[in-house]
């Protein structure tokens, strides 16, 4: 699938009482699989999403719906979308185009903790 094709998904119903009105959310490389971001979003970003096919969440910083990439227009468009059997928590497919992070990385993900292997010398 093209990144710049855009889908539209039948908006399920989602468990949103668990976390006072949010669900998690992980944004998930169609093909590498690498996760590139958790989120959160309320119902309305939810049927947003949906609707669209771009991603939209609701930051918790900002307490509104924000939309990924509309200072700059580089919307991650959705692929695909699963819920999980509790319907609390949703992984959305993604192939973009730019970074995701906010710091610029392709993925939020990229500070790794050291390992320290046990019976080691210090």
Known sequence: MEATASRKFEPVTLDFEKMGGLV???LQHAYTREVLMVGFM???AWRISCESGLLTLYRRTLVRV?????EDGHH???????VDCDDDTVV??????HPVCGHGYLSCFYKEV???????EH
């Open 24 to 26: 998690p959310c992980v």
């Open 42 to 44: 309320n119902e309305e």
């Open 66 to 70: 924000w939309r990924m990439g509309e």
């Open 76 to 82: 991650v468009h959705i692929s695909r979308v699963l």
């Open 92 to 97: 959305f497919e993604t192939v973009p185009e």
């Open 114 to 120: 050291p390992a320290e292997l046990e019976g080691a």
